[in-house]
């Protein structure tokens, strides 16, 4: 039960407003807008502009098949003082109905977070973010306190590094951390009015089921999904709830530039739809062993 000082009880949840768009779409893509620079395709210039009519034009074309989009902050700074302003318009331009998912690993002193929590939930309006936990409690407790808003927090991430750090493990646990910081975000999620999620790669099946033990209820953001190659039936397996639903498969690059030519759109929302359909069956399957 979460304290009663925090009167969410008139609050559309992030994990609510999920849900619904699951149900209705009939999908759990996560379409990632990673509009790498210098990688425009065929008829899409290599500005600002271009940025927008790029990913409105994926919008369009995928918003059928996607449960929530994801713009990742890196990929609009890397245009320079134009790139915020393109993002700010790129996440006008998405559905209200699709959560917004905003990639930005943000994780700071309690002050700091602050600011961020103003910037990406009450000016950009964005419906969720990734957050670093390293700092700790006081670091994300500045965006725990948004009752309509999601924290996903870095669990086990899905590059090949992220062992260095997230496998230690700890001498008074035990356990390892990505293992701990499950267990912490749980907690989390019964003490703060936000939903609390966990980022977990796909390219760590075993190491998911591990972290969905320990967080039976809450979404899981599955990069790892495309190009990285991870497995998607062993994460499914290891992640969904027992309603079918509970994970977002992210998917960036391998939806954007499913073609460089002018059919690019058309070949995005095609991936999307190829995506959707792979994850459906996978769920069907997982559904019939239950």
Known sequence: MKPARYDDSNVRTFNAKLEDRALSAGSLVCVGLDPVRGRMPDGIPESITGVVQFCEALIDATSPYALAYKPNLAF?????RGGLDALYQVCAALPDDIPVLLDCKTGDMAATTTAYA??????????????????????????????????????????????????????????????????????????????????????????????RALAPEQPILLPGVGKQGGDLAGSLDAGLL?????????????????????????????????????????????????
Do not use: H
């Not at 759109?265 to 459906?280: F, H, M």
């Not at 996978?282 to 239950?290: D, F, K, P």
């Open 76 to 80: 609009f700074l890397a245009y320079g």
């Open 118 to 211: 103003t910037a990406w939930f009450d000016e950009l309006g964005v419906d969720a973010i990734t957050v670093n936990p390293y700092q700790g409690e006081d670091s994300l407790e500045p965006f725990l306190r948004y009752a309509d808003k999601g924290v996903f927090v870095l669990t086990k991430t899905s590059n090949a590094g992220s062992g260095d750090l997230q496998d230690r493990t700890l001498s008074d646990t035990g356990q390892p951390l990505y293992e701990y910081v499950a267990a912490r975000a749980a907690q989390w999620d019964q003490d703060y009015p936000a939903t609390v999620g966990l980022v977990a790669g796909a390219t760590w099946p075993s190491q998911l089921a591990a972290i």
């Open 242 to 290: 027992a309603n079918g639903a509970g994970v977002l498969c992210s998917s960036s690059r391998g939806i954007m530039y499913a073609s460089s030519g002018e059919d690019f759109a058309e070949a995005a929302g095609s991936a999307a739809k190829v995506l959707r359909d792979q994850i459906n069956d996978i769920r069907a399957g997982v559904s019939s062993l239950a």
